[in-house]
């Protein structure tokens, strides 16, 4: 910790791959104790980002120190069976969480993959803080339920989710990358049922789809037989086209030949606008660089003093055949900024003015003091 401030951290962001549950209880102890972080978040990973490097599959650590001046941290540990249900006021989930939406919070999640019930809690998070930035990812360093742990403050968990609710002199910017393009025309949706597309521009769903692979060029088509995904524009009151960013890509979960019905892993509404994308190391690359380029170019006070990354468990060297790739983009475009994070089993971020759990995605969150007044 050379060249840190002599105070003690207001938070220590903690991931540790590759180590059995002895050694990860005694490791994130002994951080702790050694670093005199006033709080510790973190979880088990598959994978760890940190320093400009990325460590898969192997034994690895990856801290982050946090100095929040003017920041209110408030931790947090929750389980399905704590979740207000689907009538309860938002006053129920301000409780739960133990904050105030109009403290404004920015709220770090890592949950656990397989007892979190992680999208009914995003749900609940942005019905009971709307406008509030919620980015994080799922843990991914077990193979089971009860096999992760989650760290928070001087305790271990072994499911559900642990998190801090950032209140104050500080503002995220978030920057997620669903590794796709675009490809083929957009259409809009004219019949959908829950995750049932029935009609894009009053024609069978199917039969739409079928019209724009057969447009694409060679590489696209072969392409389309493995990593085929959709967009669904979340502006529908966006009058230009959309944009990269601008999509939630799901994966098609299978179609009905005989009636044309298409299912896609989302609910779906009539009037979204819609669009093929395909996925590989190099739409994934130039995603992550036109998405960080306009961040930055549309930021407006003060840069990024740290960032942390949610890297899907796909991406890294099995999508890019390379290491570090996303973290050195991430320099080249934002600068010698500490990166930290970890390759999740799902990662969280907006699109739009929702939140969503994603897959193959980076999610970064930049961490940045407030424009000043005046």
């Not at 938002?90 to 709220?107: F, M, N, T, Y």
Request: hydrophobic share 40%; net charge negative; aromatic share 6%.
């Amino acid at each position: 910790m050379e060249g840190a401030p002599s105070a003690p951290p207001d938070v220590a962001f903690l991931f540790l791959g590759g180590y059995s549950g002895a050694e990860v209880d005694a490791a994130s102890t002994a951080i702790r104790d050694r670093t005199r972080a006033r709080h510790l978040v973190g979880c088990t990973a598959g994978g760890v980002v940190g320093d400009g490097r990325e460590v898969e599959h192997r034994p690895s650590v990856s801290l982050t120190l946090a100095w929040l001046p003017g920041v209110e941290v408030r931790p947090f540990h929750v389980v399905p069976e704590q979740y207000p249900d689907g009538d309860a006021p938002p006053a129920e989930w301000h409780s739960r969480i133990g904050v105030s939406p109009d403290a404004k919070p920015i709220l770090v999640l890592l949950p656990d993959p397989f007892t979190s019930e992680a999208p009914r809690l995003l749900a609940g998070l942005d019905y009971a803080y709307a406008t509030c930035v919620k980015i994080g990812g799922l843990a991914s360093g077990g193979d089971g339920p009860g096999t992760n742990r989650l760290f928070l403050d001087a305790a271990t968990h072994r499911g559900g989710t642990v998190g801090v609710a950032l209140s104050g002199a500080v503002v995220v910017d978030t920057v997620v990358a669903q590794g796709c393009r675009p490809v083929g025309k957009t259409g809009r949706i004219t019949k959908a049922q829950h995750c049932y597309l029935i009609e894009i521009d009053g024609r069978r769903a199917l039969d739409f789809v079928q019209e724009q692979v057969d447009g694409f060029d060679e590489a696209d088509r072969q392409l389309a037989r493995t990593s085929l995904c959709i967009g669904i524009a979340m502006d529908p009151f966006r009058e230009e086209p959309p944009e990269a960013g601008d999509f939630l890509i799901r994966n098609f979960l299978g179609v009905d030949p005989e009636k044309g019905v298409v299912a896609i892993a989302e609910e779906l509404a009539a009037g979204r606008l819609v669009q093929l994308h395909v996925r590989d190391a190099r739409a994934s690359s130039d995603d992550v660089l036109t998405l960080l380029r306009r961040s930055i170019g549309r930021r407006s006070g003060a840069s990024p003093a740290g960032a942390l990354l949610f890297s899907c468990l796909g991406r890294g060297k099995h999508l890019y055949g390379e290491p570090d790739h996303d973290s050195k983009l991430f320099r080249s475009v934002v600068g010698d900024v500490p990166l930290g994070g970890f390759f999740c089993s799902g990662e969280i971020g907006p699109v739009g003015d929702s939140t969503f759990l994603h897959g193959y995605t980076s999610s970064f969150g930049l961490f940045r003091s407030p424009a000043r007044a005046g």
